[in-house]
Structure formats: structure tokens, C-alpha cells
């Protein structure tokens, strides 16, 4: 065979043949193991990735609730708050109300017992009036005659009658 610039198609296919087998050894030792482990790596770290996205998603969520039930929790305060205010005004003056009721009881108490000491003392003094007057009577009865102190007597009698 005659061919030009003497290429010799033989030789060419046999390093076309040393090529391809070279190529397929090298593939299958060291594309293949290589490829397989950068694919590993590669879910290895998206899983990574993803679970830290979820963690996040997950984080931000608990945030919210968080946050959502602090506000609750600072309005449930609130409204606790107003109601123990508005129990222990309703107390107060509930205990203003007891208060005033016993000082008007002790007040009533005490008029009445200024009132029993006031006709006590009273009586007392008209019982030592009496006494006095019956001394006096019996005293003018003893210095003077009988008669004229009866006379003064009556008069006098009649006179408180009067008076009173």
C-alpha cells in the first residue's frame, strides 16, 4: 500500500487502541473513586447545609413562639395585674367600710355609756341632794320648832317641784 507521506494506518490505530485502553484504566482507577468521593463530600456537606437550614427554620419558629407567647405572657400580667388591683381596691374598701362600721359601734357604745354614767351621776347627786336636804330639814327641825321648819319645807319641796 502506498500511502502518502508514509503514515501507516496500522500504527495509528494500535496507539488509538493504547489511548482508549489507557484512558478506560485510568477512568476506572482513578476518575471513578475520585469522582465517588468528591460525591460523598459533596451530599455529605449539603446534609450539613440542610440540617442547619432546618435547625434555622426551626430556630426562627421557636423565636416566634417565643416571642408570641412573651407577649401573651405580658398581657396575661397585665390583666393579673389590673385584677389584684381592682380586688384589693374593692378590699380597701370593703375594710374602710368594717372600719367605719365598728368605729360608729364603738362611738354609739361609748354615747351610751357617757349617757348611763352622765343619768348615774345624776341620780347620785339628787340622792346626795336628798340626803342634804333631809339633814338640813331634820337640822332646822331640831333648831327651830317643829312647825315653822314643816312650813319651810313644803316651801322648799315646792320649789324643787317647780324647778324640775
Do not use: C
Not at 49 to 62: R, V
Not at 70 to 88: C, F, G, V
Request: no cysteine; charged share 30%; net charge negative.
Amino acid at each position: 500500500m502506498n500511502v502518502p507521506l508514509n503514515i501507516d494506518w496500522q500504527q495509528i490505530l494500535l496507539h488509538l487502541l493504547n489511548f482508549v485502553i489507557l484512558f478506560a484504566i485510568l477512568n476506572f482507577l482513578l476518575y471513578n473513586p475520585v469522582k465517588k468521593f468528591m460525591d460523598k463530600r459533596f451530599e455529605y456537606y449539603k446534609g450539613i447545609d440542610d440540617e442547619a437550614k432546618k435547625n434555622l427554620q426551626q430556630a426562627e419558629e421557636m423565636k416566634k413562639k417565643y416571642a408570641e407567647k412573651l407577649h401573651s405572657a405580658d398581657s396575661e400580667i397585665e390583666e393579673k395585674r389590673q385584677a389584684s388591683n381592682k380586688a384589693l381596691s374593692e378590699k380597701a374598701a370593703q375594710s374602710m367600710i368594717l372600719a367605719k362600721q365598728e368605729a360608729d359601734k364603738i362611738i354609739s357604745e361609748a354615747y351610751k355609756k357617757a349617757k348611763n354614767e352622765r343619768n348615774i351621776i345624776i341620780s347620785e347627786a339628787q340622792d346626795e341632794i336628798t340626803d342634804m336636804v333631809t339633814r338640813a330639814t331634820e337640822k332646822i327641825i331640831l333648831e327651830s320648832g317643829v312647825s315653822e321648819s314643816y312650813e319651810q319645807f313644803l316651801t322648799a319641796v315646792e320649789r324643787s317641784n317647780e324647778n324640775e
